[in-house]
């Protein structure tokens, strides 16, 4: 089966821009996940979705992040503005319904940001 | 809140030697443990978790509630086994992972 797909791989942009990283879950999982991964720590998790509803976003910073799933499939997530801090890599992982579990978890190759 | 220690940045061994990567979890009730691998160039991908208490490429990895550890373990170590590993939990509720900070093993020839 297809993996969780991401696009961009890689984006280079200024502070104070705005950057969108989409993501496409493996078909027919319910879950979804967005990890931040700061270079030389583990992925920290930003946002769970089951479905198009939001799980847990605590550790979402919300001034400048936001995050969608409008059909329970793709997802997108938003840096406006970016500051130098936020230069990492997003990875994206997806797996089934998580009311029971726990499941394992899939994940996509990443996007990494640089912020100059 | 939980949290997870991976006191090792990187572990170097030579082939044939044995490996044990260590992992300290800071939680007071009973969390899932997993070991996430991510080799090079490749995703990162599950590896293995305490509660199958099964033994994946050669590595097992043994919950001690009692030292709150969970150390991954190999008795010899091959070349292909050079990767980043990292240490994770769920808590019951939900399937959201903590990682530690993960160790690169790197397998000498």
């Known amino acids: 089966e297809a993996g969780v797909a991401q696009s961009p791989r890689y984006k280079i942009i200024e502070k104070r821009q705005s950057v969108a990283f989409w993501c496409n879950p493996i078909?027919?999982?319910?879950?979804l996940y967005w990890y931040q991964q700061i270079l030389g720590q583990g992925p920290k998790l930003l946002i769970q979705f089951q479905n198009n509803g939001v799980v847990d976003d605590s550790q979402l910073p919300k001034d400048r992040f936001s995050a969608e799933r409008l059909k329970g499939v793709d997802s997108t997530l938003k840096i406006q503005p970016a500051k130098l801090e936020d230069s990492a890599v997003y990875l994206c992982?997806?797996?089934?319904?998580?009311?029971?579990?726990?499941?394992?978890?899939?994940f996509g190759p990443g996007t990494r940001l640089t912020v100059l | 809140a939980q949290r997870v220690t991976q006191p090792e940045k990187l572990l170097s061994v030579f082939k044939g030697a044995p490996v044990e990567l260590k992992c300290n979890y800071s939680y007071s009730g009973s969390p899932e443990l997993f070991w996430y691998v991510q080799y090079s160039r490749q995703r990162l991908q599950l590896l293995l978790r305490h509660i199958s208490r099964e033994s994946i490429k050669g590595f097992t990895a043994d919950l001690n509630k009692g030292e709150t550890s969970f150390h991954l373990k190999k008795p010899f170590a091959q070349e292909e086994d050079s990767a980043m590993y990292y240490c994770?939990?769920?808590?019951?509720?939900?399937?959201?992972?903590?990682f530690g900070g993960g160790t690169r093993l790197m397998v000498k020839p």
């Open positions: 994770a939990l769920i808590l019951n509720a939900g399937n959201m992972l903590t």
């Open positions: 078909s027919g999982h319910a879950t």
């Open positions: 992982a997806s797996s089934p319904l998580a009311r029971t579990g726990p499941y394992e978890q899939f």
